[in-house]
């Protein structure tokens, strides 16, 4: 699957958009220093275009899970529902942090149906989260 060239202009306007972290997890680059990627939110596969309104950060695990999800399934009610949209959707309507900020807590179906289509809480980033939040690093205090 090739996708389009993103300009390094646009690229780098995404990057200061999101600051520098996760459109759907929120994990930064300045606390792994893991590169991000661009996502299409909606994937080229699905008709998704080299737009900015189609364009967000996304770390390699949020990534790779989604794919070419546009869909899935919210845990709670069983119904097929569409995943969070990093442009369209404000993230802290559709979720939150655990008490202990290790995990990310679904508030709606699109919110539940993202966390597990994304794989969101797997165990290795809910210990490096839990690390991050006793050194004052997480969880982020601002929204995107």
Request: charged share 20%; hydrophobic share 40%; proline share 6%.
């Amino acid at each position: 699957m090739s996708t389009s060239p993103i300009p390094l202009l646009l690229r780098q306007q995404i990057i200061a958009e999101f600051h520098g972290r996760c459109a759907y997890c929120h994990t930064p680059t300045a606390i792994t220093g893991a590169r991000l990627v661009i996502d299409h939110i909606i994937p080229e596969a699905k008709g998704g275009l080299t737009l900015l309104e189609n364009l967000c950060l996304a770390c390699h695990a949020c990534n790779e899970f989604k794919g070419a999800k546009v869909k899935f399934i919210d845990v709670d009610s069983g119904e097929l529902v569409p995943l969070f949209h990093p442009r369209q959707d404000i993230w802290r309507e559709h979720f939150s942090w655990s008490e202990d900020g290790g995990e990310i807590v679904g508030l709606t179906p699109i919110g539940r149906a993202t966390i597990a289509a994304f794989n969101m809480n797997h165990r290795e980033i809910i210990e490096a989260r839990r690390r991050w939040v006793v050194v004052g690093w997480h969880p982020p205090l601002e929204d995107l």
